[in-house]
């Protein structure tokens, strides 16, 4: 978003805050739009029973759906309360209009790599830590959701972990062994290209992938800022041309100069999932979403591991989103036990194991037992020490354009330090023009 826009959806929002606090006040009612309390059972705690509350999503599959109107059906049941879901088709834009409009939901996503954005904007209400129970989530998940102020304004829901993902027919037929696959990304390249070898000579040239990758920041940035490094300053403009960045880069130009790493598109093909479920990539990396669709779409008999280390760091991504509530919201009360029933023990176990998610909280993968699972145990396991996806609120910018310039790198047909120049020149010229 240019900052323009940001500017004039801030202030926009400002207003709507301003003209909400003056219609509400003076009226001696509460958040709940004056419904009385009564008696009637609470989803965790005293709230006011009855009131219409509107939660903001944007659309899933069905497994997901099934899953939020059972979550729904049951908060109802509990409070006494009548739930609106709105469900958006395009959620960031489409939301950005109704805070402008002081009409968005009274609870509603937002995905932690947005999450900066928003935060700056003033449109979620501040959440009490304390009441909110955030202890009971897992912290690195908490702090993809807290301003840089220290506040808190979301409630992790889920998460989504990385893990290393590989065909035992396939390693088994040209005499690998998974345990051979290495603990270290460093030790990737020999092992990656034996194996690439022995798949060419069994199956034919280029036929079958040793690994595949992903040209996006979303899967590179714990390689590309490993060692302290970082690829956007503190101003928010790109450096991915710095020397700790080029470094790494280059490590990953290496594997694919070698042969043995490719992407799906180089297999013809549209995605990890899609190249491993079918035969055609031995070992990728990717995330527990992958699994159904492994188990449903595709015959392969497949094992997972954790991630590799690199730079002596484990790593893995998590992919987060939370419940925030809407500063403008006459509904707060109702909106904050919606968000403690659906990241408490009962919602969220409705909601991950319908909708195959894991977990944001420990004791809900207790609850749900997820170590009996190898897969789901291994994506867990990897929660804890996940970089959660977020930087900043210009990443978009600089990811679309190390998008555009990195195949050049990685096809070698310029150096890992001129194609991340061209990604700095141009992503700082549009972060300079949005201003």
Not at 83 to 110: L, R, S, W
Request: glycine fraction near 10%; charged fraction near 20%.
């Amino acid at each position: 978003m240019k900052k323009s826009t940001k500017k004039l959806l801030a202030l926009a929002v400002a207003a709507v805050t301003m003209m909400s606090t003056v219609a509400c006040g003076g009226k001696g009612g509460d958040s709940n739009g004056g419904v009385t309390n009564t008696n009637e059972p609470a989803a965790t705690g005293n709230v006011t029973a009855g009131g219409k509350l509107t939660i903001g999503v944007w659309g899933g599959n069905d497994q997901e759906t099934a899953a939020l109107e059972k979550m729904v059906s049951a908060f109802e049941e509990k409070t006494g309360a009548e739930v609106e879901t709105k469900v958006y088709t395009d959620f960031n834009t489409q939301i950005q209009a109704d805070f402008i409009a002081g009409t968005a939901p009274d609870a509603f996503y937002i995905d932690g790599s947005m999450f900066p954005f928003y935060s700056t904007l003033g449109v979620m209400e501040p959440l009490d830590p304390e009441e909110m129970g955030v202890s009971n989530y897992y912290s690195n998940l908490v702090e993809a959701f807290t301003a840089e102020d220290g506040t808190i304004y979301c409630i992790p829901k889920d998460v989504s972990t990385l893990a290393t993902y590989y065909n035992i027919d396939l390693l088994d037929s040209v005499g690998v062994s998974p345990d051979d696959i290495p603990a270290a990304l460093e030790d990737y390249k020999a092992f990656l290209t034996d194996l690439q070898a022995k798949l060419d000579e069994k199956y034919g040239a280029g036929q079958i992938a040793a690994m595949t990758y992903n040209q996006d920041l979303s899967r590179n940035i714990y390689v590309l800022e490993s060692g302290g490094n970082s690829i956007i300053d503190e101003g928010g403009n790109s450096q991915m041309s710095s020397d700790g960045v080029v470094k790494n880069l280059e490590f990953m130009v290496d594997l694919v100069q070698a042969g043995c790493w490719k992407t799906p598109k180089d297999l013809g093909l549209g995605w990890n999932g899609e190249a491993f479920g079918s035969g055609k990539a031995a070992i990728m990396e990717e995330g527990n979403w992958v699994y159904t669709t492994l188990k449903n779409d595709y015959d392969v008999n497949f094992g997972v591991k954790e991630m590799p280390t690199y730079g002596g760091t484990q790593y893995s991504m998590a992919f987060t989103v939370g419940w925030g509530i809407s500063a403008v919201s006459e509904q707060k009360d109702l909106a904050k036990e919606w968000i403690k029933y659906a990241t408490g023990t009962e919602g969220m176990e409705t909601w991950c194991s319908g909708a195959g998610c894991l977990p944001s909280r420990e004791d809900v993968a207790t609850s749900m037992d997820v170590e009996s699972d190898p897969v789901w145990k291994v994506h867990s396991d990897m929660t804890e020490i996940a970089l959660p996806w977020q930087k900043g609120t210009t990443i978009n910018i600089v990811n679309s354009n190390y998008q555009n310039f990195c195949p050049a790198a990685f096809s070698g047909e310029e150096t890992a330090k001129a194609a991340m120049e061209k990604t700095d020149k141009q992503a700082n010229s549009e972060i300079a023009n949005a201003q």
